[in-house]
C-alpha cells in the first residue's frame, strides 16, 4: 500500500474513489463515507448511479457522464445527489477516464465535493435579489433607478414612471439631466451633483424637476454612488414627489403671514378695545357715584318731608312721595347690580375653598329676607373647588335671592341645593373641554316657575319675564349668575321643575389644584 493511496483514504472534505469501466464501485476514502453516508464494505460493488436521483436514471445519465468522460477524458458538474438516507446535497462532480500504462481503459476515478452550504447561499441570495429586484420595480411612491458613471439611465422602476411620466422604453439610456429645469442645466447642476456623490458618498437635496409633460414638480433626490473593489460603476438615485407637501408648507408660510398681519392688527384693536374697556370703567364708576348722589339726596329730603310734622300733606301726596322713594331706591339698586357685572370682567384670583363655607356665609347673610319668607333652605355637604372667591358668594346669593323673590306666595320658599361628580360630555349642546370632569351644582326651587321656551332669555341683560309692579328686581341677578359662570370656564342652564318652580344647573370643572 503506497502513500499516494494512504493520502486518498485520508481526505475527508472530497469523495475519491474508482469505478470500473462498467461503472462498478472498486475503492471508497473516508471522504466519501462522509459525504455519502455508506461505509466501504457496504458501497464497494454496487454501480454508482445509486446516487443518482430519480430524473436522472430515467434520462440515464450516469451512462451519459461515462460515456462523455470516455471520449473526453473527463466530465464535470455540479448537480444534485442523493446519500444512504435519502436526502439530498448539492455536488460538484468530476468524472476522470483513467488507463493503464499500455493505454487500456481500465476504469474512471470520480472525485465528489459537497456543495449543499454554498448551494443555498447561492440561492437565498439569488431569492433575495429578486425580491429585491421586484421590491424596487413595484415600488409607486418613490422613483428608484441607477445611473452609470456618465448620468446615463440604465434601470427605471414603476415609482419613477409614475412621478416623471416616462416609460422604461422612453427614458433609459437617457441623461438623467432630462428631469431638471433650463437654468439648472445651464449652470450644469446635475454634473456637480455628481462629482459631490461620487466624491462624498452621497448627494441629497429637495428641488424643482420637470415631468415629461414639462409640468414643475417638487422633489426629495438622493443619490448614492455605488462602488465595486474601488471602481465606481455608476449611481443609485431615489426620487420622492413632495409637491403636494411643498404647496402645503407655501399656503402654511402665507397663513402664518396672514395670521401675523392679523395678529398684528388685533394686537392694535386689542389694545384700543384695553383702553376703551378702561376707560368704560372708569366712565362707570364715576356715572354711578354721580348717579347715586342725587339718588341718595332725593331719598334724603323725601324722608324729610314725609316726617317733618308740620307740612300737612294729604294721601295721595305721602302716597307719591313713597313711590318717589321706592323708584329712587330701585335706581340705586340697579346702579349697584351694573357695576358688579362691569366688575366682573376685571381680573381676579382662584383659590381653592370650600363651596359649604360660602353657602353658609350667604344663608347668613340673608338670614332677614330668609326668615321673612319663612323660606327652608336643604343642602348636601358641598365641595372644594378653585373659584373666586368674592363671585362663587355672589353667586349662590343671587340665585336664592332670585328664588326667595319669585316664591310662591300660598306656600314657604323651599330651596335645594345638592352637587353630582360629572364627567366632561355633552350637556345642552356645549361640548365641554375634553379630559376635564366637572362638577354639577343643582339649584331647585318650588316657587312660580317660568315657561319652558325662556329658558335662555332668563340669563339676559335686562331680561324680566314678570312685571315690576309683581315682582321688583333689575334685571340684571341672573346675567350676573351667568357671567360668573362664564368666568370660571362652566356652564349653566335653566329648566322648569316637575312642580312648577325653577331648577338652575352649573357646571363648573372641577379644579383643586
Same mark, same amino acid.
Given at each position: 500500500?503506497?502513500?499516494?493511496?494512504?493520502?486518498?483514504?485520508?481526505?475527508?472534505?472530497? $469523495?475519491?474513489?474508482?469505478?470500473?469501466?462498467?461503472?462498478?464501485?472498486?475503492?471508497?476514502?473516508?471522504?466519501?463515507?462522509?459525504?455519502?453516508?455508506?461505509? $466501504?464494505? /457496504?458501497?464497494?460493488?454496487?454501480?454508482?448511479?445509486?446516487?443518482?436521483?430519480?430524473?436522472?436514471?430515467?434520462?440515464?445519465?450516469?451512462?451519459?457522464?461515462?460515456?462523455?468522460?470516455?471520449?473526453?477524458?473527463?466530465?464535470?458538474?455540479?448537480?444534485? !445527489?442523493?446519500?444512504?438516507?435519502?436526502?439530498?446535497?448539492?455536488?460538484?462532480?468530476?468524472?476522470?477516464?483513467?488507463?493503464? &500504462?499500455?493505454?487500456?481503459?481500465?476504469?474512471?476515478?470520480?472525485?465528489?465535493?459537497?456543495?449543499?452550504?454554498?448551494?443555498?447561499?447561492?440561492?437565498?441570495?439569488?431569492?433575495? /435579489?429578486?425580491?429585491?429586484?421586484?421590491?424596487?420595480?413595484?415600488?409607486?411612491?418613490?422613483?428608484?433607478?441607477?445611473?452609470?458613471?456618465?448620468?446615463?439611465?440604465? %434601470?427605471?422602476?414603476?415609482?419613477?414612471?409614475?412621478?416623471?411620466?416616462?416609460?422604461?422604453?422612453?427614458?433609459?439610456?437617457?441623461?438623467?439631466?432630462?428631469?431638471?429645469?433650463?437654468?439648472?442645466?445651464?449652470? +450644469?447642476?446635475?454634473?456637480?451633483?455628481?462629482?459631490? $456623490?461620487?466624491?462624498?458618498?452621497?448627494?441629497?437635496?429637495?428641488?424643482?424637476?420637470?415631468?415629461?409633460?414639462?409640468?414643475?414638480?417638487?422633489?426629495?433626490?438622493?443619490?448614492?454612488?455605488?462602488?465595486?473593489?474601488?471602481?465606481?460603476? @455608476?449611481?443609485?438615485?431615489?426620487?420622492?414627489?413632495?409637491?403636494?407637501?411643498?404647496?402645503?408648507?407655501?399656503?402654511?408660510?402665507? %397663513?402664518?403671514?396672514?395670521?401675523?398681519?392679523?395678529?398684528?392688527?388685533?394686537?392694535?384693536?386689542?389694545?384700543?378695545?384695553? /383702553?376703551?374697556?378702561?376707560?368704560? /370703567?372708569?366712565?362707570?364708576?364715576?356715572?354711578?357715584?354721580?348717579?347715586?348722589?342725587?339718588?341718595?339726596?332725593?331719598?334724603?329730603?323725601?324722608?324729610?318731608?314725609?316726617?317733618?310734622?308740620?307740612?300737612?300733606?294729604?294721601?295721595?301726596?305721602?302716597?307719591?312721595?313713597?313711590?318717589?322713594?321706592? %323708584?329712587?331706591?330701585?335706581?340705586?339698586?340697579?346702579?349697584?347690580?351694573?357695576?358688579?357685572?362691569?366688575?366682573?370682567?376685571?381680573?381676579?384670583?382662584?383659590?381653592?375653598?370650600?363651596?359649604?363655607?360660602?353657602?353658609?356665609?350667604?344663608?347668613?347673610?340673608?338670614?332677614?329676607?330668609?326668615?321673612? +319668607? @319663612?323660606?327652608?333652605?336643604?343642602?348636601? !355637604?358641598?365641595?372644594?373647588?378653585?373659584?373666586?372667591?368674592?363671585?362663587?358668594?355672589?353667586?349662590?346669593?343671587?340665585?336664592?335671592?332670585?328664588?326667595?323673590?319669585?316664591?310662591?306666595?300660598?306656600?314657604?320658599?323651599?330651596?335645594?341645593?345638592?352637587?353630582?361628580?360629572?364627567?366632561? +360630555?355633552?350637556?345642552?349642546? %356645549?361640548?365641554?373641554?375634553? @379630559?376635564?370632569?366637572?362638577?354639577?351644582?343643582?339649584?331647585?326651587?318650588?316657587?312660580?316657575?317660568?315657561?319652558?321656551?325662556?329658558?335662555?332669555?332668563?340669563?339676559?341683560?335686562?331680561? !324680566?319675564?314678570?312685571?315690576?309692579?309683581?315682582?321688583?328686581?333689575?334685571?340684571?341677578?341672573? $346675567?350676573?349668575?351667568? +357671567?360668573?359662570?362664564?368666568?370660571?370656564?362652566?356652564?349653566?342652564?335653566? &329648566?322648569?321643575?316637575?312642580?312648577?318652580?325653577?331648577?338652575?344647573?352649573?357646571?363648573?370643572?372641577?379644579?383643586?389644584?
Amino acid at each position: 500500500m503506497n502513500e499516494d493511496y494512504l493520502l486518498v483514504q485520508s481526505i475527508k472534505d472530497y $469523495a475519491i474513489f474508482m469505478l470500473n469501466p462498467k461503472g462498478i464501485i472498486s475503492t471508497w476514502n473516508e471522504g466519501a463515507k462522509q459525504i455519502k453516508g455508506y461505509s $466501504a464494505n /457496504e458501497i464497494i460493488g454496487k454501480h454508482f448511479s445509486i446516487f443518482y436521483i430519480p430524473e436522472d436514471l430515467i434520462n440515464s445519465k450516469p451512462a451519459m457522464e461515462l460515456k462523455v468522460a470516455l471520449s473526453t477524458g473527463k466530465y464535470e458538474e455540479e448537480g444534485w !445527489r442523493k446519500r444512504k438516507d435519502g436526502s439530498t446535497f448539492w455536488a460538484n462532480v468530476l468524472i476522470t477516464a483513467v488507463y493503464d &500504462e499500455v493505454g487500456k481503459h481500465i476504469g474512471f476515478s470520480k472525485i465528489t465535493r459537497d456543495l449543499t452550504d454554498r448551494k443555498f447561499l447561492e440561492e437565498k441570495l439569488r431569492r433575495s /435579489e429578486e425580491r429585491h429586484r421586484l421590491l424596487v420595480e413595484q415600488v409607486k411612491d418613490y422613483g428608484i433607478f441607477m445611473l452609470d458613471e456618465n448620468g446615463n439611465i440604465v %434601470s427605471w422602476n414603476e415609482g419613477a414612471a409614475r412621478i416623471t411620466g416616462y416609460e422604461a422604453s422612453e427614458i433609459l439610456g437617457k441623461n438623467f439631466s432630462i428631469f431638471y429645469p433650463e437654468q439648472d442645466i445651464v449652470s +450644469k447642476k446635475p454634473e456637480k451633483e455628481l462629482l459631490i $456623490a461620487a466624491k462624498e458618498g452621497k448627494y441629497e437635496e429637495e428641488g424643482w424637476r420637470i415631468r415629461k409633460n414639462r409640468e414643475l414638480f417638487w422633489v426629495s433626490v438622493v443619490i448614492t454612488a455605488v462602488y465595486s473593489e474601488g471602481k465606481l460603476l @455608476g449611481f443609485a438615485k431615489v426620487t420622492r414627489d413632495l409637491t403636494e407637501r411643498r404647496k402645503a408648507e407655501v399656503d402654511i408660510e402665507e %397663513s402664518i403671514e396672514r395670521y401675523r398681519s392679523l395678529a398684528e392688527a388685533l394686537e392694535q384693536t386689542n389694545n384700543k378695545l384695553l /383702553e376703551a374697556n378702561k376707560q368704560l /370703567e372708569q366712565f362707570v364708576s364715576i356715572a354711578s357715584h354721580d348717579l347715586k348722589e342725587p339718588l341718595r339726596k332725593i331719598i334724603t329730603f323725601t324722608d324729610l318731608i314725609l316726617n317733618d310734622r308740620q307740612n300737612q300733606l294729604s294721601d295721595i301726596s305721602e302716597k307719591n312721595f313713597l313711590k318717589a322713594i321706592e %323708584s329712587a331706591r330701585r335706581m340705586t339698586r340697579m346702579i349697584d347690580d351694573l357695576l358688579s357685572f362691569s366688575f366682573l370682567s376685571q381680573q381676579q384670583d382662584f383659590e381653592v375653598i370650600s363651596l359649604q363655607t360660602v353657602l353658609d356665609e350667604t344663608i347668613e347673610l340673608l338670614d332677614q329676607p330668609i326668615k321673612e +319668607k @319663612g323660606a327652608i333652605i336643604r343642602s348636601d !355637604r358641598l365641595p372644594q373647588l378653585k373659584v373666586i372667591r368674592s363671585q362663587a358668594r355672589q353667586l349662590f346669593q343671587n340665585l336664592i335671592s332670585n328664588s326667595l323673590k319669585f316664591s310662591n306666595k300660598e306656600v314657604p320658599p323651599k330651596i335645594s341645593i345638592t352637587h353630582e361628580f360629572l364627567p366632561a +360630555k355633552k350637556i345642552n349642546g %356645549s361640548v365641554m373641554s375634553a @379630559g376635564t370632569n366637572y362638577i354639577q351644582l343643582r339649584f331647585e326651587d318650588n316657587g312660580i316657575g317660568f315657561n319652558q321656551k325662556d329658558n335662555e332669555k332668563i340669563f339676559e341683560l335686562f331680561k !324680566r319675564l314678570h312685571s315690576r309692579d309683581e315682582y321688583s328686581g333689575t334685571g340684571i341677578g341672573l $346675567a350676573i349668575v351667568k +357671567k360668573i359662570v362664564e368666568n370660571h370656564n362652566g356652564f349653566i342652564s335653566a &329648566e322648569k321643575g316637575k312642580e312648577n318652580g325653577a331648577i338652575f344647573n352649573i357646571l363648573l370643572p372641577a379644579n383643586t389644584d
